[in-house]
């Protein structure tokens, strides 16, 4: 009998008072895929079963949705009444039209609305941590946050939001944002070779006990032969190396991978416990020099 890996393998990380266990769940799949073929029972299925394996940090946002469902109204209804231990991250500032076309980042005014849209779809009176997400795309943002972010601030004084995180972001970003607020976490595009020099980011944000937290972490992996020698050293899957490297850069790395399989669940939660070599991870830096 195969023995389940529970997601605290990797360990676990203080975000703002609660402790979450290092792999956590992305939620966009959930809501918007290239296929739109994952049906409501099944997202249910996926949602309940990532909490039964462990996993108690949730990403999720009020704008990944389709036409056929939200990804906010499917954690609601899947996990509602939710666990005390379990951590539900958020990101404003982006926002959809109903036709599912991006509008342009939200005001300082706006963020409230949002805010409070997420709180009204996961059927709660707060949220653990909202993430100000800027930019456009995957093109990191530029520019001053300060208003934006001191309005979620404000948000946070009130009782809306206990913790606040920034996404899409420079570390100039960061230094501004913490002379505002405290900040618990940074959500940036990270994988092993996408990794925009971020990797003294990571280290930066461990400096200051805030968690790391990539996104597209698969999806930025490589199929390259190295991947894949290492993959069936440890008789485990590409994407599984993919989500252990993310995970080996740092103790305050927490990986969100999304899927609307349960079978990738168990694989993505299984990579907690993949422990790479120094050689291994020496072979995988090697991609990102000669990529």
Not at 6 to 26: D, F, I, K
Not at 174 to 183: K, R, T
Request: aromatic residues 4%.
């Amino acid at each position: 009998m195969t023995e389940t890996i529970n997601a605290g393998a990797a360990g676990t990380w203080q975000l703002g008072e609660a402790t979450v266990n290092r792999m956590g769940y992305g939620a966009m799949r959930l809501a918007i895929t290239a296929s739109g073929n994952i049906d409501r029972d099944q997202a249910i299925a996926v949602l309940r079963r990532a909490v039964e394996l462990g996993v108690n940090h949730i990403d999720t946002a009020a704008f990944y949705f389709s036409p056929l469902r939200s990804a906010n109204e499917l954690i609601n209804t899947a996990l509602n009444p939710y666990p005390d231990d379990l951590v539900i991250t958020t990101k404003v500032g982006p926002g959809r039209g109903l036709d599912g076309e991006f509008l342009p980042e939200a005001t300082p005014e706006q963020l409230r609305l949002q805010v409070e849209e997420n709180i009204r779809q996961l059927g709660r009176d707060h949220l653990d941590v909202v993430n100000l997400r800027i930019g456009s795309g995957l093109d990191r943002g530029a520019g001053s946050l300060a208003d934006r972010f001191a309005a979620l601030a404000e948000l946070q004084q009130a009782g809306l939001i206990r913790h606040l995180g920034i996404s899409n972001v420079r570390p100039e970003h960061l230094a501004e944002a913490q002379a505002i607020a405290p900040v618990v976490c940074v959500q940036n595009q990270y994988g092993l070779t996408a990794r925009r020099e971020d990797d003294e980011f990571v280290r930066l944000c461990a400096e200051q006990k805030i968690a790391f937290v990539p996104f597209f972490a698969i999806a930025s992996g490589t199929g390259d032969g190295t991947v894949t020698a290492i993959a069936r050293d440890h008789g485990v899957s590409a994407a599984q190396v993919r989500l252990a490297w993310s995970l080996h850069q740092g103790p305050n790395v927490l990986a969100i991978p999304g899927t609307g399989s349960v079978a990738h669940v168990e694989e993505n939660v299984a990579a907690a416990a993949l422990k790479l070599s120094d050689e291994e991870l020496a072979r995988l830096d090697g991609l990102h020099r000669n990529g």
